[in-house]
């Protein structure tokens, strides 16, 4: 799976905010392979786990709220029609593996990486499917609106 990236197993990315964890694509990956995820999929666990690592991300502050929030990645462009991201009918269910497994992948690593278990540091009093897997495409057929790759 590290093989699908273009760093160094050993790559250092960041330390995730709540357990202080230590991010490097080795455990990325491993927390890829545990979601079903394609060796394909995985340049995009790591930009979304870049995405997740910046302080105004905040992942701290949304793992761990009573609220329930979750991270959503939307893979936007070209990229998203190769690896069969969908962003229609049926996008957040079954059917549709990148979509699943790479929301999967950022989902696990914040939670082994980060610490964000619930009962733990993840306190959502009542949570929901999106703090499973969250990811999809914005669907640029069917929206009146500019994709967000610009």
């Known amino acids: 799976m590290a093989a699908g990236s273009s760093l160094r197993p050993d790559t250092v990315l960041g330390v995730m905010a709540l357990a202080n964890g230590m991010v490097t694509i080795e455990k990325l990956a491993a927390n890829a392979v545990m ?15 870049q ?7 905040n992942i701290g502050g949304l793992a761990t709220t009573t609220g329930g ?4 990645f939307i893979v936007s462009g070209r990229v998203a029609d190769d690896l069969g991201v969908s962003g ?4 957040f269910g079954p059917g549709y593996r990148a979509n699943s497994t790479i929301g999967r992948a950022l989902r696990l690593a914040i939670g082994n990486l980060g610490g964000a278990h619930p009962g733990d540091m993840d306190q959502s009093t009542q949570t929901w499917p999106g703090k499973l897997a969250y990811c999809f495409t914005d669907n640029e057929e069917r929206t009146a609106f500019e994709p967000l790759r610009g």
């Not at 979601?35 to 786990?49: D, K, R």
């Not at 229609?88 to 996008?91: D, E, L, N, R, S």
């Open 35 to 49: 979601s079903g995820c394609l060796p394909e999929c995985f340049p995009i666990v790591v930009t979304g786990m």
């Open 69 to 72: 929030g979750a991270p959503g």
């Open 88 to 91: 229609g009918t049926g996008c």
């Open 51 to 57: 995405a997740v690592l910046r302080t105004e991300f």
